[in-house]
């Protein structure tokens, strides 16, 4: 089992930065696949980013894509989604999730594990 502590949002002007880290616990950090997600007030939860086991491969959503980066570093059972650029439709409680599936999948029902997010949001 795994658990999933997200931290880093916050309140930021658009074209600002921002990096989201989520620890992890247990022993089989380095078994999951992690995604983040996010979900707007109204909004269904949407996919953001996914990085495999290794971090060799990433996915990303189009609306994040060249904006937005996934890491891991599986030592310190972290991952981590820096956010460059933001606009205030990124505006979003931000969710870190981990997938032991080994097919990659952008569908938040693959994934087993959910942190309680963080806030992040965007001024015009």
């Known amino acids: 089992q795994v658990q999933l502590v997200e931290s880093g949002g916050g309140l930021v002007q658009a074209g600002g930065s921002l990096r989201l880290s989520c620890a992890a616990s247990g022993r089989t950090f380095s078994s999951y696949a992690m995604g983040w997600f996010r979900q707007a007030p109204g909004k269904e939860r949407e996919f953001v980013a996914r990085i495999s086991r290794s971090g060799g491969s990433t996915i990303y959503a189009d609306s994040v894509k060249g904006r937005f980066t996934i890491s891991r570093d599986n030592a310190k059972k972290t991952v981590y989604l820096q956010m460059n650029s933001l606009k205030p439709e990124d505006t979003a409680v931000y969710y870190c999730?981990?997938?032991?599936?080994?097919?990659?999948?952008?569908?938040?029902?693959?994934?087993?594990?959910w942190g309680q997010g963080t806030q992040v949001t965007v001024s015009s």
């Open positions: 999730a981990a997938d032991p599936r080994v097919i990659a999948s952008v569908n938040s029902g693959a994934y087993d594990y």
